[in-house]
């Protein structure tokens, strides 16, 4: 699930600014979730291998494989930790395109959000990857949307396997 284009309140600034949206209910408890999203052997099974703490200022990464002119490798900071609750990182990385065309790997600004709440005797997760600006980085918008649908289910198969 995506959310519709909004504009950003920035002046002169006529970009449009999307979010991915994705929520399951996994049948596991908060606690068992939170591990698989707070764990860096973990989040390396269902994202990509990275150097995550779970602590608020830390700075981490992921490391992929380099495509074009983007070296593979995104930059995070842990902006907000509440243990089982919810989990705040930006996410930049990318290139600034020689073209100036969106591209692959075209620079990226942007938070992940993850939330859960207890429902039933499962969880309620939802990821929001908020900030992708268009023009610039709608390329990015349209694979990571099927991605992290994708990764949701990846993270589900981890947590059972707890």
Known sequence: MTNPARKPDRGGDRSIVRDIIVEDVLPYPPERVWTALT??????????????????????????????AWDGIVQCEVLEVVPFRRLIYSWQGGADAEDGKDSYG???????????????????????????RSPGNDFAYGAMSSGWQRIVGKISEIVAAL
Do not use: C, Y
């Open 39 to 68: 764990t860096a052997e973990l989040i390396g099974r269902w994202l990509m291998p990275n150097d995550f703490e779970p602590g608020v200022g830390k700075r981490f990464t992921f490391t992929t494989r380099p495509i074009g």
């Open 106 to 132: 075209s620079r990226l600004d942007s938070v992940v959000t993850w939330t859960l709440q207890p429902e039933g005797k499962g969880t309620r997760l939802r990821m929001v990857h908020a900030g992708f």
